[in-house]
């Protein structure tokens, strides 16, 4: 006899809540390294001028995927905040597309 369990909808919603976390977590670091930490700390350790657009891409890719996780998992769990969420991780992803393209410009460039 299969047993069925019914998903717990707090499960869900504290799931979808730390990646909501984890993901904005992600992008602040992105945002940190980006403008305060690479700019002014790899002059003084040698390191090229386009090291900082490398960093920053692979960084602003990795927060732009865990930014449309977290939107998946709200979506999937159906959490009450949903909606909202979604705003915040577009406007973020929105940001976060614009350095990742900056990145790009300047590693070609």
Known sequence: MATTTTPDPQAADGTAERLFSKSIVISGIRCVLAYLILPFVTPFIGLAPGVGAGFGL????????????????????????????????????????????????????
């Open 58 to 109: 692979i960084i602003g890719l990795v927060a732009i995927a865990a930014n449309l996780f977290s939107i998946r998992r709200f979506w999937r769990a159906d959490h009450r905040w949903k909606v909202p969420v979604t705003v915040i991780h577009v406007s973020v992803i929105t940001l976060l597309v614009v350095l990742v393209v900056q990145d790009v410009i300047e590693l070609i460039g």
